[in-house]
């Protein structure tokens, strides 16, 4: 139940008005009803008829304790006037000045309170509100960020991960052209890049063919002037609206993604509307871009068995070519490794052997069996991956045949970090022979 006792700033002004008048009448009332022979209580040590406008001081304020004490102090006067009481003692002027000074006294402290009362309110209301504010923002971001947290947790963007759905996807479909994958295609980058509308095209020398081939979501008629789009054009390469390439004017797009072979031939794009606003990280991008480039040489050349023989020594050269591309452009690194059996015997046959089987996901061999001899690309291996697979290989031939590589006559004559230089990349083409 509300009430305004405790709070007077909220009181109707008739009301306030009514309880001065009130507090003061009994105050000039009840002394001339109890205490007839003497009404201004002077002989009793403390006037009792200035407690009503001390409590009106303290509820309201100096105005109306100002007021309701003189109001007192008349009345008093004129009923001593007119005769209607007879007391037995006289005002005392000394203590009546004194009574005033304090109801003056009282009322000027309850205002300066009620100002000091009402300036904390304000503050309070202010960092109450800031604080409401805060919570529902904490809450968004906290609600946003557990939704993340459970994306990310049922599925790292991982680039190992990724370019070995990608192999599984585009070795699956019956026929391998832009056309009739571009929806499998769509859904890796949907999965792997939180995509919310977007759309794959054809492109057909350097211009877009509308409508798209897939799409997630109504897109909007394709734009060559688009400046995301120009961008991507003379870059060959993935532009975001993060990049300085592409500010140079308003784009209806987030993200374009060329599809293009080793060669930069760009035969198809996939052009972004609207993503989710955490993947336009630079990890997710370059994921993106990757994905996009293996894309375009898995549909450009048939071949995508990982252990190559000789005669497949070109798609193999091209792959080198891409891991290099990909070292220089993303910092992704890649090893080369030329592994040679100078003793071809059972046991080095043997290990050739385990070398196919214990293969990694995205590893690419090329092997001549006649020369025993074995390329091996290993794309996303660091230094420490190399030379673990190294020492792994040790230690098989050590568990299987008690001697090491070298007493097995397996020499290990090329280690090659990613990227390389054209010339060191020309060379390779003779690796195989």
């Known amino acids: 139940m509300k009430t305004h006792f405790f709070r007077p700033r909220e009181v109707p002004e008739l009301q306030i008005w009514a309880e001065v008048f009130i507090f003061t009448a009994l105050a000039l009332g009840l002394p001339v009803l109890f205490n007839t022979a003497d009404p201004f209580w002077t002989q009793g040590g403390f006037s009792w008829p200035v407690l009503g406008p001390l409590l009106v001081a303290l509820r309201y304020g100096f105005s109306k304790g100002f007021i309701s004490i003189l109001s007192l102090l008349i009345g008093q006067l004129l009923l001593v006037e007119t005769d209607i009481l007879t007391p037995q003692s006289d005002f005392n002027i000394n203590a009546i000045l004194g009574y005033v000074i304090v ?27 800031r604080l409401e504010v805060f919570t529902r923002q904490y809450h968004l971001i906290s609600s946003s960020h557990d939704r993340l947290e459970q994306v990310l947790a049922g599925h790292t963007l991982s680039l190992r991960e990724s ?8 070795g699956q479909l019956e026929e391998r052209c832009l056309d009739k994958a571009a929806q499998s295609i769509l859904n890796l980058f949907v999965e792997y890049g939180t995509l919310e509308k977007a759309g794959i095209y054809k492109v057909e020398n350097n211009i877009i063919v ?23 054009f003379a870059e060959n ?24 072979d080793i060669s930069d031939t760009v035969y198809g794009v996939i052009l972004v509307e609207k993503v989710q606003f955490f993947a336009l990280k630079n990890t997710t991008l370059t994921l993106l871009a990757v994905m996009a480039g293996h894309i375009g040489d898995l549909l450009r050349h048939e071949i995508t068995n990982p252990v190559m023989q000789a005669n497949e020594a070109p798609y193999f ?7 290099n591309k990909e ?3 993303y910092k992704i690194p890649s090893h080369l490794l030329k592994i040679t059996a100078t003793n071809i015997n059972p046991e080095s046959r043997q290990l050739m052997k385990y070398l196919s089987e214990a293969r990694r996901g995205l590893d690419i061999y090329l092997y001549n069996n006649e020369k025993q001899t074995l390329l091996l690309l290993m794309p996303l291996a660091d230094e420490l991956e190399k030379t673990g697979f190294i020492a792994r290989l040790n230690s098989w031939s050590k568990g299987r ?6 007493d097995l006559g397996i020499v290990i004559e090329q280690q090659i970090a990613l990227p390389i230089n054209n010339d060191d990349l020309k060379r390779l083409v003779a690796f195989h022979d």
């Open 103 to 129: 109801i003056m006294v009282t009322g000027e402290f309850r205002d300066v309170w009620d100002r000091t009362n009402q300036r904390q309110t304000i503050q309070l209301e202010y960092v109450t509100e």
């Open 163 to 170: 370019l070995q759905a990608v192999r599984e996807s585009i």
């Open 317 to 323: 050269i091209k792959q080198v070519k891409r891991a």
């Open 327 to 329: 070292a220089k452009r």
């Open 401 to 406: 045949t008690g001697k090491n590589l070298t």
């Open 237 to 260: 390469e993935l532009v975001s609206v993060k990049d300085v390439k592409a500010s140079l004017g308003v784009s209806q797009y987030h993200i374009a993604i060329p599809i293009t």
């Open 210 to 232: 509308d409508p798209p081939l897939a799409a997630i979501g109504k897109m909007n008629t394709v734009s060559m002037s688009d400046p995301l789009v120009s961008a991507m």
